[in-house]
């Protein structure tokens, strides 16, 4: 057989395409190795005398993405006369080249791919023994449904959560796309679920600090902050909260309205306890020398002010990973007002401003100017006796989709903001409501139906990007073109919802690092393969679920959530699990292609 | 009527300049953004709809190129970096030269080498000729008066004859502008009074370009501004003064002061323009077509000699002064000669006009949609395809 290897370079950093093509050169049988461009498109004629010429009968396009070059390819080896189904593609994106020795992953793809055999067969790492526990990282909802998957399953679970509650952005949302469910009714009874499984080991207010050790019997360092409320025997009573002299913007409302420094993060938390925010604490801050008031108030004596940070160690066999995203900072987009004109909001804020269990009881309502007595300034404040907008826009694609900011889609914007344009239809009665969008991704279950019915309820859907947000006399106004109209309009407006698009956590790179799971360009945690193994990662025994693997909806989270338990239960039952395939040099890999190939 | 496609199109676009054209996912950002787009003329966005989908027919009967100055606003805000600014630009750039007749200026913006060999050849041709005429019945050491060997007055008699020469290819070229873009739309009919009104606006938009100067930056207005009037006022003292410019070699400042105020006008503008050219000051001049380059180069070059032929006339270097004129002779005539009709320069024809046509165009299109209103056809509105 005689092949020719076609190298695209896509400027990734890390991949030495001059090592990968040298290598290629010296493969067996491999007669031609060029690069190749996307752009001028490749020539099927000119490439079918080219495969003529040097007599290939196989072809291996070698990319990020090469599936972009196949048609061209395929119809030159129809062309040259050539089996137009010898074109091979050598994804190096696809196939977790995302680790550390790029290079070398990318020549062993090429090598596979030289010898059709699938990357993902001949990369198969070897057997470890595994502990039994499992350490599941960020407890939203996706790391919420990966726990009590396989706590059900009768299997030990340490739950690790950054925030003083479990529940991620879930329990910030007030209704569901599309069914218009009550968030906080799925969320919270798992949430109680996972705080009374006698499986689960819950550590809130916790971070992991180091991870050591190997796929099957990994050591982590989790570091428990000093909530310096005594959980036992806290019973939620919230006199502290009431002598509390410290308000700062709540976390939990997005900054839309304020809690106290020792705070319950809502309602509904797990666990159901107060905790001190030490940053804020006068007490703390002060080195105890003033307030205090709290632990003096607290009539179940369970505040300890002095409490230490701690750390302990844990053995597990398999890391979930759960982490989850944040928004992106709208006030990066000058053109959208966020931050200068008062009644512009994102959507995490919109979402607590309309909820019932916000800070105006789901209500929507534009902010007042208040004077604020404490800090003696002049303040935009959203309160439930505000006055309710007139009319609102909702700004789709915000940071999503452009080169600017993320290239990606963020994938949840357009229901999110369909179901706003319904809640804002149902609680304000006649005004209008505008959803400027670019393309309508409605692409899941019964999402079409929901976009579709959302029109139907009068919602002006305006197809074309919003361009600006301006103020002019006291009125802001939205300037877009209507593509459909072939006009450029430009709507008053008394509100202004940014769906704003979704980036990596904060974090989540560190936690890579750590754990030597391989980020892709944008900063996500990137799977171990695109389509046939998307919950694990390079790192064996570490799986991710939800959106810190790529943005995604609360069905997808919970369904990747579940499959991981799968796979975390799979290699429990069988006492093994598989080592990590980073661990896996060039030639090992060259060696099982060669027996894959014989069998 | 049904729609010719060309599937080309694009492809033959970039050969104009344009680079990510099929980049476009239409979000509108760009028409949003910019200040002259305002109904019906809603652009760039639906050029480049226009564009992707290959539509030849209706790309050149557009005026919308012709109402972009390129402030570049569209392209700094584009979410898929397709550079509609440079799309519009290139646009503008095939626009000439399918009003063009003579397929040279198709020849010229596909091939840049052409354009330099043409101005070369021109140039040498001039050279030649004006030297054979000018050694033939003068003296090389005379700048002015009897024996000159440039006389002004002879000068002066070739100047009208080659405006007229090139008056008429670019009335030929502006009256196909027309016909693409009014005459041959068999959708509209332009009111006749239209017309009257609409003529009154041509001197005012060339003379203030007042567009322009809605683009927000008043910077680039001004430069453009001035390198148009110094050329307006050069132009009319070569064409009706030549004689009392040339005249020396005292200064006479009631003459010469215009002529030099439009000399400072002219070299400074080019050399401003060429600096924001290589510096990519901004987003309009950050790509720059070859064309661009031998326009600026060729004014530069032209400007330059024109003054240094003044300045030794002066002084009395009369021999060094007649080379020197002779230099620029060989600069203008290719530069007038290729840039009016074929090349950049015939924007200062094509802009007031599209003007122009685009008033026409409106109201056209009121027209039409009162008439489908009075004849009582339900949601008359102009109809709108993108």
């Known amino acids: ?599 | 009527m049904a729609i010719r496609v060309n599937p080309k199109l694009i492809d033959e676009i970039e050969r104009y300049g344009a680079e990510d054209v099929s980049n476009c996912y239409h979000c509108g950002n760009c028409s949003a953004v910019c200040p002259h787009s305002k109904d019906p003329f809603v652009f760039p966005r639906r050029s480049m709809r226009m564009l992707q989908m290959g539509l030849e027919s209706k790309l050149l009967s557009s005026l919308e190129p012709w109402l972009c100055y390129y402030c570049g606003q569209c392209s700094e805000q584009c979410p898929r970096e397709a550079e509609p600014g440079e799309t519009m630009m290139s646009l503008r750039r095939w626009l000439t030269s399918r009003y063009d007749f003579t397929g040279i200026s198709r020849l010229f913006y596909r091939s840049w080498k052409a354009e330099v060999v043409a101005v070369i050849v021109l140039a040498i041709l001039t050279g030649l000729g004006f030297a054979f005429y000018g050694l033939s019945q003068g003296d090389i050491r005379v700048y002015d008066g009897p024996g000159a060997f440039l006389p002004s007055a002879r000068v002066h008699l070739f100047d009208w004859g080659m405006a007229a020469v090139l008056t008429l290819l670019l009335a030929v070229n502006s009256v196909r502008m027309w016909w693409f873009t009014v005459g041959s739309r068999k959708d509209i009919a332009v009111p006749l009074l239209s017309y009257l009104k609409g003529v009154v606006t041509l001197p005012f938009h060339f003379f203030t370009q007042k567009r322009y100067a809605q683009c927000g930056e008043k910077g680039p207005w001004l430069l453009h501004l001035a390198l148009m009037l110094s050329y307006v006022v050069m132009f009319t003292l070569i064409m009706f003064f030549l004689h009392e410019v040339q005249a020396g070699p005292q200064i006479n400042w009631s003459v010469h002061a215009f002529g030099y105020a439009a000399s400072a006008g002219l070299i400074g503008a080019t050399i401003l323009m060429l600096r924001g050219r290589v510096k990519k000051t901004r987003p309009g001049t950050k790509h720059s077509h070859e064309t661009d380059w031998i326009f600026l180069v060729l004014l530069l070059y032209v400007g330059t000699t024109g003054v240094v032929q003044h300045v030794l006339h002066r002084t009395g270097f009369e021999l060094a002064a007649n080379v020197a004129y002779l230099a620029h002779m060989m600069g203008v005539v290719p530069m007038l000669v290729l840039e009016v009709p074929f090349g950049k320069w015939s924007h200062l024809a094509y802009r007031p006009l599209a003007m122009f046509f685009s008033e026409l165009v409106a109201d056209g299109l009121r027209a039409r949609a009162g008439a489908a209103q009075q004849a009582g056809v339900p949601g008359a509105q102009p109809a709108r395809v993108f």
């Not at chain 1, 925030?163 to 209704?175: E, L, P, R, V, Y």
Request: with cysteine; net charge neutral; hydrophobic share 40%.
């Open chain 1, 1 to 599: 057989m005689r092949i020719g290897v076609f190298l695209r370079q896509s400027g990734r950093e890390g991949i030495n395409y001059e090592a990968v093509a040298n290598y290629a050169r010296n493969l067996p049988e491999v007669e031609l190795v060029r690069e190749v461009n996307e752009r001028p498109r490749p020539d099927p004629l000119a490439l079918a005398e080219e495969i003529r010429g040097a007599g290939l009968d196989r072809i291996v396009l070698a990319a990020d993405c090469p599936g972009r070059l196949k048609p061209a390819f395929t119809r030159a080896m129809a062309l040259a006369g050539r089996d137009p189904t010898e074109v091979r593609l050598a994804s190096f994106r696809e196939h977790g080249g995302g680790g550390a020795n790029l290079t070398e992953r990318a020549q062993a793809i090429v090598a596979c791919a030289t010898r059709g055999v699938p990357f993902s067969l001949a990369a198969e790492s070897r057997l470890m023994p595994v502990n039994r526990a499992t350490l599941v990282i960020g407890g939203g909802v996706g790391g919420i449904q990966a726990a009590l998957e396989i706590a059900d399953a009768g299997q030990k679970v340490y739950l690790v959560e950054r925030s003083g509650t479990i529940g991620g952005h879930m329990a910030m949302f007030d209704k569901t796309f599309p069914t218009l469910d009550c968030a906080a009714c799925i969320l919270t009874p798992k949430m109680v679920a996972v705080g009374q499984h006698e499986c689960i080991e819950l550590m809130t207010y916790s971070e992991v600090q180091q991870i050591t050790g190997e796929p099957g019997a990994y050591r982590a360092t989790i570091l428990k902050k000093a909530r310096r409320v005594d959980p036992k025997a806290c019973v939620s009573c919230g006199v502290c909260a009431e002598v509390c002299p410290t308000r700062v913007p709540s976390e939990f409302d997005c900054g839309i309205a304020e809690r106290k420094a020792v705070y319950m993060p809502f309602p509904q938390a797990v666990p159901n306890v107060y905790l001190i925010d030490e940053t804020q604490c006068t007490y703390v801050q002060s080195g105890g020398k003033r307030c205090g008031a709290c632990a003096k108030k607290c009539p179940k004596g369970c505040i300890n002010l002095d409490q230490r940070d701690e750390t302990i160690e844990v053995e597990v066999g398999n890391i979930v990973l759960a982490v989850g995203y944040d928004m992106l900072d709208a006030s990066k987009i000058a053109a959208f007002g966020y931050g200068k004109l008062p009644n512009v909001l994102t959507s995490l804020e919109f979402e607590r401003l309309t909820n019932a269990s916000g800070p105006t009881g789901g209500r929507i309502v534009t902010k007042t100017r208040q004077f604020n007595k404490r800090r003696k300034v002049e303040e935009w404040v959203l309160s439930a006796d505000g006055e309710p907008p007139r009319s609102v826009a909702i700004i789709h694609c915000v940071g999503s989709r452009d080169a600017r900011y993320n290239s990606y889609c963020s994938r949840v914007c357009c229901m999110y903001s369909l179901k706003f344009a319904h809640l804002v239809k149902e609680k304000l009665e006649g005004a209008p409501c505008y959803e400027f969008y670019i393309d309508m991704r409605a692409f899941g279950k019964g999402y079409e139906e929901f976009a579709e019915r959302i029109k139907a309820e009068g919602t002006f859907v305006v197809r074309g990007r919003t361009a600006a947000v301006i103020e002019r006399d006291g009125q802001m106004y939205v300037k877009g073109e209507d593509m459909v109209h072939d006009s450029v309009v430009e709507f008053p407006v008394d509100m202004v919802i940014l769906a704003v698009g979704l980036v990596p956590a904060a974090g989540t790179r560190r936690l890579a690092e750590m754990l030597r799971v391989p980020v892709d360009r944008d900063g996500w945690l990137q799977e171990l393969d695109y389509n046939g193994d998307p919950t694990e990662t390079e790192r064996g025994g570490v799986f991710v679920a939800g959106a810190c693997h790529a943005p995604k909806d609360i069905p997808d989270t919970v369904a990747q959530a579940s499959a991981v338990a799968a796979g975390v239960l799979k290699s429990i039952s069988r006492g093994k699990t598989l080592g990590s395939r980073a661990d896996l040099d060039l030639s090992t890999i060259e060696a099982r292609a060669r027996t894959l190939r014989l069998a």
